[in-house]
Every structure is written in C-alpha cells, then in structure tokens.
C-alpha cells in the first residue's frame, strides 16, 4: 500500500516513505534541528555593518586624499583627519578661514577664473593677482596689519610663515591653533572678511 495525504487543492501526493535515500535525509533533517544553529544574524549583520562603515571610510579617506592633490587645500594639508584647532567662536572668520585654505574666495583671481570678473588683479595692485597669497603677504594695502601679524607671530617662532602656516598647516596642533588665532586677528583688522 502507497501511503500519502490529500494536498490542499485535493490531489493525492504520495509520502516519501520507502523511497531511497529520503530515509537518510529525513535522519539528517532531524538531527540538524536538534544542533544548536551555526549562524548568529545578529553578530552578522553587526559585523557586516561595520565592515561596511569601515571601507566607506577608508574609500573616502582614499577619495579625498587623491582630492586634495588638486585643490589649493592640497598645499595646506595632506590628510583628511579632522583638525579641531581650525575652529573659532566666530562663524565669519571660520567660513573666511575656509574660503582661504580652499581657494573658494570672493578675491578677483578667483572670479575671473569663474568668469564673474574681467580683472583678476588687486583692487590696489594692479599688476598682481589678487590671490589669498597677496592679500596675506604681499598686499601694501595692509603692510601695518601684517606688520601687527608677524610681530606676533615672531613670539612663536615664526619669522617667515607661509600661506599653509597661516591657514593651520602647522603638523603641530597646538602651534596650527595659535597661527590661525593670530591670522583671524588680521583678517578681522584688515576689513577684507567681505572680499573672502
């Protein structure tokens, strides 16, 4: 006698009793749901979330590394770590400090290179490009700020700072935060927070 069951459409489906092999299978089944299970999903899908967090992170680290060899930030800072010392109380010496080290100013050589201005030259020199460089070193227009600037910075042993020193390119945190005090100081004094 063939033993089976009615399906639920009504059709007759014959048991597994008997045929071979599905003995051994059946025996198989049954002892893998007496083991405890293999796969924990909760460490899993924990573990794979933060393998995923971590190549996110070592992409955008690499992304941007790569970035920054093309930017006027590149010269200011090789690293994507952040870097607390480049923030003050005030947001518009911040957002100019930023403008600076990026090269996103509202200063005439970056305009013109936009196309929003026929002139890329200081509005006080003209045969010079009105550059972050030339308004923080260069500029006669603000020799008794800068004069102010490099006395203080001559305290900290700074006797000829570069653009990347006065943006927080210092590998020394400590020294970084005191530069751009001291550059934030100028930019304050000098009254060109409207032109960055």
């Known amino acids: 006698m063939v033993q089976g069951c009615l399906s639920s459409a009504g059709q007759w489906v014959p048991s597994h009793i008997g045929v071979r092999g599905n003995t051994v ?5 049954a002892e893998a749901h007496s083991l405890p ?16 967090q971590t ?8 992304e941007l590394t790569n970035a920054l060899q093309y930017t006027s930030l ?7 770590r952040h870097h607390w010392w480049t923030h003050s109380p005030s947001r518009a010496l911040d957002t100019a400090v930023t403008r600076l080290r990026i090269g996103h100013t509202r ?11 026929d002139d890329p030259h200081c509005p006080w020199c003209p045969t010079y490009l009105d550059t972050p460089e030339h308004l923080l070193l260069q500029c006669p227009r603000h020799h008794s ?5 490099l006395q203080s910075l001559s305290s900290l042993l700074l006797r000829r700072p570069t653009l990347a020193d006065l943006l927080g390119g210092s590998p020394d945190p400590g020294l ?3 530069i751009l005090k001291h550059t934030r100081t100028f930019l304050h004094k000098s009254g060109q927070l409207h032109r960055i």
Do not use: E, V, Y
């Not at 299978?25 to 089944?29: C, M, T």
């Not at 299970?37 to 995923?52: E, K, Q, V």
């Not at 590149?74 to 994507?80: E, L």
């Not at 700020?145 to 600037?149: G, K, N, S, V, Y």
């Open 74 to 80: 590149g010269r200011i800072r090789q690293d994507t």
């Open 145 to 149: 700020h800068r004069t102010a600037l």
């Open 37 to 52: 299970s293999p796969i924990d999903t909760t460490t899993d899908l924990t573990d794979l979330l933060t393998n995923l």
């Open 176 to 178: 970084a935060f005191k």
């Open 107 to 117: 200063l005439n050589a970056h305009l013109h290179k936009l196309g929003m201005t």
């Open 25 to 29: 299978a059946d025996r198989a089944a």
């Open 55 to 62: 190549t996110c992170n070592r992409h955008w680290d690499t």
